[in-house]
């Protein structure tokens, strides 16, 4: 219930034709506080000065209205963590807006301020014409000031910031550089597919960082609605990513059985959810997710033998494994599979069996109430004191004592 507050009062937000957001803990959708302006403007740009900005100011009972380098307005205010997903922070963003639209000469004072070449003034203005325009921007503050406190329960004081300039929110213009051919105004499809490209590249690498990076700037394209209904349309949309995530990791070497789990679980999770908010993090956590999987499933590189032997342990790992059980299944020498399977995954076979049926020993102990013996069984270990041997080996600490350390945590 308390999650459908918040959802009202950003309803009721957009219904003025302004954007918000609630921040996510990762950081990873703060492009869309200023449309991904940002973004697109300059060469290899972050955040962070915005999200320490937030983390200082931001704080418990406070909402902070804040005009930018570009004159855009923003409301800013702190949510208490009982209206919140795990995922998210306390952070909510209202903006940008406009008092009134900017003549064409303060469009010019703001760009040679911020040193932005004049061949980008058309792109600028566009973007201005694009940002929502306030007549009265004391009663829109007002009217978001009394929504806040009678859903949340918060007694809200409010501040207009930077008093004299001396708090930023923003990088100073004089570290940052002008991206060659910028796209602000208009998401060209020739410059989507790239940025599309170079996400997928970086998933089927399972390169997290790089791959939220290009997420951020892949969220700041508009795409053509299908329907009237954006909840739908935004459904839609995370449909279509968690299709290519699929794609990418196939290509980066991962087995179709593992890329099929994964992105069945995804699509019940997408028809499930009830709003916008559940869909963006839906987005962010496949990027992960698909990532997670390329780094620990990936199996470029390896000869067709190894990777046969290895996807028979990953879906068979509790039958009884030997290297003479894979010896005759490949038709090779003992000693010579032996020595391929240690040069191409880093490890010896029987080290990697271990491997995967602890991580499901593992799983298991985490996820059910099973006893030991039988987690050891369902695992391929049917001598118990050999599976507590191998288990302490690996983690310091028996399966007891690590079931005990999970329902008694320390």
Partial sequence: MEHKQLELFQEAITACNVGCCVVFKDNSNLSRTDNGLRLRLYE???????????????????????????????????????????YESPHFVIGPYLETTPKPETIRQIMEHLSIPEQLFEDIRLYYASTPVLSNIESFESLVLNLSQGLFHTEY?????????????????????????????????????????????????GDEKRAHELHQKFQTFQLRPRTENALLNKKHGV???????????????????????????????????????ELDHLASDMLHKYCLMVKNHSMTGYSRVIKDVISYIDFHYAEDLSLAFFAEMCNMNKNYLSSLFKKEAGITLTDYIHQVRLRRAITL???????????????????????????????GMSPKQYQKSILRPS
């Fill in 44 to 86: 290899d740009y972050n955040y962070q000065a915005l999200q320490f900005f937030l983390e200082q100011y931001v704080t418990s009972g406070k909402m902070i209205r804040y005009q930018d380098s570009f004159g855009m307005f923003y409301l800013f205010l702190h949510l208490p963590s009982l209206y919140l997903y795990d």
């Fill in 157 to 205: 004081s409010i501040s207009h910031l930077p008093d004299q300039g001396e708090i930023q929110m923003e990088h100073s213009p004089l570290i940052l550089k002008i991206r060659k051919n910028p796209e602000i105004s208009v998401s060209t499809i020739e410059e989507r597919y790239k940025v599309e490209n170079q996400m997928l590249e970086a998933v089927s690498k």
């Fill in 365 to 395: 102990i985490n996820s059910s109430s099973l006893s030991i013996t039988t987690i050891a069984a369902s695992c391929g270990y049917n001598d118990i004191n050999y599976f507590t041997r191998i288990f302490k080996r690996t983690y």
């Fill in 239 to 277: 449909i279509i990513l968690n299709t290519l995530f699929r794609k990418a990791v196939e290509s980066g070497g991962v087995h179709p059985l593992y890329i099929d789990d994964l992105s069945g679980k995804f699509a019940i999770l997408i028809n499930e959810a009830r709003s916008e908010r």
